[in-house]
C-alpha cells in the first residue's frame, strides 16, 4: 500500500523559512516523478515544485522559484521541500504527489493519484 506523509508545516512570519518533508512507504522512490503541490482556501490545486528522480532534475512554478527547492533523499525515500522568503500568498496546505503513470514532469495537479494528507503552512505578513 502506498502511504505519503508529510510534516513541517506551521505558522512563520513573512520573510521566514520552513521545510517540509514527504516520507513515502510502500514504494520506493522508483516513480519518475515526486512533487509538491498546494491549495489555498478557496482556490484550486496548484503544482509547486517537482523533482525528476531519474536525474534529480527540478522544477518550479514561476511563483516559487529561486525561493523555494525540492530535494529527495534515496536513503531514507524522501522527499523535501525548503521553502525560504515566504510570502503571505504561500499560505496553503501543501501535499506531496507522485504516480507511476507520470513519466515526465507535470504541473497539473490531476496528473497525480497518490498524495499525502497534507499539511498546513501559514505565512503571518
Known amino acids: 500500500q502506498v502511504q505519503l506523509v508529510e510534516s513541517g508545516g506551521g505558522l512563520v512570519q513573512a520573510g521566514g523559512s520552513l521545510r517540509l518533508s514527504c516520507a513515502a512507504a510502500?514504494?520506493?522512490?522508483?516513480?519518475?516523478?515526486e512533487g509538491w503541490v498546494r491549495q489555498a482556501p478557496g482556490k484550486e490545486r496548484e503544482g509547486v515544485a517537482f523533482?525528476?528522480?531519474?536525474?534529480?532534475?527540478?522544477y518550479y512554478a514561476d511563483s516559487v522559484k529561486g525561493r523555494f527547492t525540492i530535494s529527495r533523499d534515496q536513503g531514507k525515500n524522501t522527499v523535501y521541500l525548503q521553502m525560504n522568503s515566504l510570502k503571505p500568498e504561500d499560505t496553503a496546505v501543501y501535499y506531496c504527489?507522485?504516480?507511476?503513470?507520470?513519466?515526465?514532469?507535470?504541473?497539473?495537479?490531476?496528473?497525480?493519484?497518490?498524495w499525502g494528507q497534507g499539511t498546513q503552512v501559514t505565512v503571518s505578513s
Open positions: 510502500g514504494f520506493t522512490l522508483d516513480y519518475y516523478v
Open positions: 523533482i525528476m528522480n531519474s536525474d534529480g532534475s527540478t
Open positions: 504527489a507522485t504516480d507511476p503513470r507520470v513519466r515526465y514532469v507535470s504541473f497539473d495537479p490531476k496528473e497525480y493519484g497518490y
